[in-house]
């Protein structure tokens, strides 16, 4: 059984990155065991930030939902990313959030819709019946592209790292060649 998993663990190490410094490494290993641990550095800092978003949106919805605000809004310019709104709260004040209306995906620009808005601050703003669910997706998408290109990036360093060990092997070669063994 170990000798049908030696070789894709062989593998595996030579794909990943060994955070700490073998002794007998070179400048070049070291050169190239770096940019690799930076290419995961990076990835987990891209799933950092997926998983931040979503907890950023679960904190918005628990804030309105505490001191929760219904109203009708319009839609004064609508995008897949950011929706401008206006809305009229119950004590006659016009409010038009800075950062737009959270969740803004499938408004157009005049359409009238219910907003649910944080009363102690309405600039925090929603469209009606939509929650922080709706971040699961961008944001786990964002995670899994981030570490395909990180998989790819890392397949791309070890070729350009064999690459580079076998230029030097035929130097060597041809160096010995035209000198002669020693």
């Known amino acids: 059984m170990r000798g049908r998993w030696a070789k894709p663990v062989k593998w595996v190490r030579r794909f990943l990155p060994r955070l700490s410094a073998d002794p007998n490494e070179t400048r070049r290993q070291r050169i190239f065991r770096r940019i690799r641990v930076g290419i995961v550095v990076v990835a987990c800092l ?8 979503i907890l950023g949106a679960w904190r918005n919805d628990r804030q309105i939902e505490r001191h929760m605000g219904v109203a ?7 995008g897949p990313r950011r929706s401008t ?5 119950p004590d006659r ?9 959270l969740y803004p995906s499938e408004l157009e620009t005049g359409m009238n819709i219910y907003v649910e808005y944080d009363v102690n601050n309405p600039d925090l703003v929603r469209v009606q019946h939509r929650n922080a669910s709706l971040a699961i997706i961008p944001a786990g998408s964002t995670a ?3 570490w395909l290109v990180a998989i790819a ?18 130097a060597r070669e041809q160096e010995m060649a035209t000198t002669g063994p020693a």
């Open 144 to 146: 899994v592209v981030g």
């Open 46 to 53: 891209v799933t950092l930030q997926s998983v931040l978003m």
């Open 85 to 89: 709104i206006e809305f009229v709260t």
């Open 153 to 170: 990036a890392l397949f791309g360093v070890t070729a350009i790292e064999r690459r580079v060990v076998r230029g030097e092997i035929v």
């Open 72 to 78: 009708a809004a319009e839609v004064l310019s609508a």
């Open 93 to 101: 004040v016009t409010y038009r959030p800075e950062l737009g209306v």
